[in-house]
């Protein structure tokens, strides 16, 4: 039955979101999915074979995939530039077909910003586009100087410059710089600036928010042609569903209900790093002699190689009773926003970094590519609402852990968290700009 109600109507208005196929790029665009379905529209995400995103968690979405032609040789090298940029190369025509033969009228693609390719279609159909992107505006920053660091003959970076500061990129330091994992330093800089150009398209949507990032914000968009809108933290906004890649297991929230407040340190490292074996053993052991309880993510993948936690020291399997849990995926937004846990040694992806913030969690900081830097940096810096750990090395683990979870330091990182927590609440709720700005993003597509 044809609906004939303002929300119907808006409903028969499809939007085509086209995600980057990471754990940390499909989930803030599935949840921007989610509200703008809340919001009225119909949407269709056209995604990449490669890490497909999971139809059934989103049963109102219409999936559309989208061949990437990605060899087994280019997934299993792990070089995420080259597969961006082959995904772009090969994408395009697929996709400009897959569009030509939906029926329904599209109002708007929404992209992520390394999937560019959907502009350039989007273009040759005259279709407005926006730009997702997913990660802090000091990284994208960072990110361009590198491109002038790189001329000056700054990088590779000397080991005698890392601790300086980087000159007009205040609070980074050489060694935060997000260079790049892959050896193509020209290849990833094209990247960069594919990804970060606008050409056609009509604004900008950003998984961030004013009160933590607004020097950036602003420098950014007195340069951006077209207007910027910090809407975080999206998972915030959107009603919680799982878009996890891989099965949560929810068994540890059962555990962590059997905890006093504060108590636990989680620790995860995101979707894609991993550790050698010697940093998973001096992990345990750090955990182990922190006598501190934690709840610990080991990807089934986290060694190359090994079976799971076979990579674990016997001695300290054999002693982690109930002093641990460890599990291969965990329901994060649920384990962070329990009251069991006091702090969260993470990679601090930027997801990562948004929900600790977001429920007022300190972090341990332990970065290991990318922007991943930056965001430690700003964490532990500018927010001081972290502590760095320089290596994964026993007896600066056990200290880290105990910084946050038992000293006063600790504390008083956890009453800062707790007020950019409040912060980050009140630019989500009605008349914050977060709440603002996804105002301005609805008008805008309503006026395509
Ligand atoms: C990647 C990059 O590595 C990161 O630096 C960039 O900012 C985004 O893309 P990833 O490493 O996976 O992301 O980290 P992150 O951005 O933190 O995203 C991980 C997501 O997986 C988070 O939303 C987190 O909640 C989720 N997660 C992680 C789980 O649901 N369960 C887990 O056990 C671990």
Redesign the pocket.
């Known amino acids: 039955m044809r609906n004939e109600t303002w929300h119907g109507e808006r409903r028969r208005r499809r939007l085509v979101l086209v995600p980057c196929p ?4 499909i ?1 803030p665009m599935l949840q921007l999915g989610t509200i703008l379905y809340s919001r009225g529209f119909s949407i269709t995400i056209s995604h990449a074979i490669f890490n497909s995103p999971v139809p059934k968690t989103h049963p109102h979405f219409r999936f559309v995939p989208i061949p990437d032609g990605l060899s087994e040789s280019d997934i299993s090298s792990g070089d995420i530039t080259h597969i961006l940029s082959t995904i772009n190369e090969n994408c395009k025509l697929s996709f400009l077909h897959l569009m030509e033969s939906q029926e329904d009228e599209i109002v708007c693609i929404i992209f992520d910003e390394h999937m560019y390719f959907a502009e350039a279609v989007a273009t040759k159909l005259k279709l407005p586009t926006i730009i997702l992107r ?2 802090s505006s000091a ?1 994208f920053l960072a990110r361009f100087a590198l491109l002038g660091l790189k001329a000056e003959g700054y990088i590779p970076c000397q080991d005698s410059i890392s601790n300086d500061m980087v000159p007009k990129l205040h609070p980074l330091r050489f060694k935060d710089l997000p260079l790049p994992k892959s050896p193509d330093f020209k290849r990833a800089a094209q990247l960069v600036l594919d990804s970060y150009t606008i050409r056609n398209s009509s604004a900008v949507i950003w998984n961030t928010m004013d009160c933590l990032e607004q020097t950036c914000l602003m420098q950014i968009q007195q340069e951006c042609p077209v207007p910027i809108f910090p809407v975080g933290p999206i ?1 915030k906004i959107a009603q919680p569903t799982s878009s ?1 890649l ?1 099965k ?1 297991d929810s068994s540890c929230i059962a555990w962590l209900d059997k905890q006093s407040r504060n108590s636990v340190v989680y620790v ?6 991993s550790l050698g074996e010697k940093e998973i053993a001096e992990m345990a052991w750090g955990l182990a002699n922190s006598e501190q309880l934690f709840l610990w ?1 080991v ?1 089934s993948d986290s060694i190359p190689g090994s079976n799971w936690t076979e990579i674990l020291p016997k001695g300290f399997k054999d002693g982690l009773g109930e002093k641990g849990c460890i ?1 291969k ?5 649920e384990v962070l926003a329990h009251e069991a846990v006091g702090g969260f040694l ?8 948004l ?1 600790s913030i977001s429920q007022g969690v300190p972090l341990i900081c332990k970065p290991c ?4 830097r930056v ?1 430690a940096r700003y964490v532990c810096h500018e927010w001081k609402v972290g502590v760095e750990l320089e290596k994964i090395e026993r007896g600066e683990v056990e200290r880290a852990v105990r910084k946050v979870i038992v000293d006063d330091e600790g504390k008083e990182m956890r009453e800062r968290a707790r007020d950019l927590k409040e912060k980050v609440e009140v630019s989500t709720r009605k008349g914050g700009s977060s709440y603002n700005y996804l105002n301005e993003v609805v008008d805008l597509i309503m006026s395509f």
């Open positions: 990471y754990q940390g790029h989930t997913t990660t990284t998972h996890s891989l949560e995860s490292l995101g979707s894609i790093a993510v990807r599990v995926w965990a329901p994060q937004k993470s990679h601090c992806g930027w997801n990562s970094t929900e590519f990318g922007d991943q965001n």
